[in-house]
Antibody, heavy 118, light 108 residues
């Protein structure tokens, strides 16, 4: 069965960077884009971008351009999202998600809480 | 960027009642690029509907989606206790993908 398992919670100081990983199993990792979505406490969902695991190509939301880097390791079927120059506004749960059966996010990771605090 | 506006913000209903949730797009997104998700506290979103009206695998038939262009609707025909949650619409017509702000369906 399809599983996306994310890395554990992180606490970071303002100005630091964080890297969240997402290990995929149960499907062909390189066949489907991996998306990243975040959700601030008590707020809605915000799409950050995607990576094509086959080519490494990326598409970032303009809001995150210059601060986000999405990468993949095909040998371990793992996608990662690194966000730099963190502020308190980046405190959120970060989800990876993929679009296997339909062209929308049908499988999700469990989420990773990133807390930015001095 | 396409803005999705959901209404109402909160819907207070009793089990067994019908729920009608609206999602309006700031521009025409056709009929194939709108999805609906359900999210419960502490959980990841769950896909309910894709392409405006296609139920995802395992989704009960009390959930239905309709609409095209700029106006879309999610209907829950008879609310079950497990349906009380927050619902989000999302467009994937163009990048950046965007979500509505959500509608909370709460027990009256």
């Amino acid at each position: 069965q399809v599983q996306l398992v994310q890395s554990g919670a992180e606490v970071k100081k303002p100005g630091a960077s964080v890297k969240v990983s997402c290990k995929a199993s149960g499907y062909t990792f390189t066949a489907y884009y991996m998306h990243w979505v975040r959700q601030a406490p008590g707020q809605g969902l915000e799409w950050m971008g995607w990576i094509d695991p086959r080519s490494g190509g990326t598409n970032y939301a303009q809001k995150f351009q210059g601060r986000v880097t999405m990468t993949r390791d095909t040998s371990s079927s793992t996608a990662s999202m690194e966000l730099s120059r963190l502020t308190s506004d980046d405190t959120a749960v970060y989800f990876c998600a993929t679009d296997i059966t339909v062209s929308i996010l049908d499988y999700w990771g469990q989420g990773t809480l990133v807390t930015v605090s001095s | 960027e396409i803005v999705l506006t959901q209404s109402p913000g909160t819907l207070s209903l009793s089990p067994g009642e019908r729920a009608t949730l609206s999602c309006r797009a700031s521009q025409n997104i056709g009929s194939l690029y709108l999805g609906w998700y359900q999210q419960k506290p502490g959980q990841a979103p769950r896909l309910l509907i894709s392409a405006a009206s296609s139920r995802a695998t395992g989704i009960p038939d009390r959930f239905s989606g309709s609409g095209s262009g700029t106006d879309f609707t999610l209907t829950i025909s008879r609310l079950e206790p497990e349906d009380f949650a927050v619902y989000y619409c999302q467009q994937y017509y163009t990048s950046p993908w965007t979500f509505g702000q959500g509608t909370k369906v709460e027990i009256k």
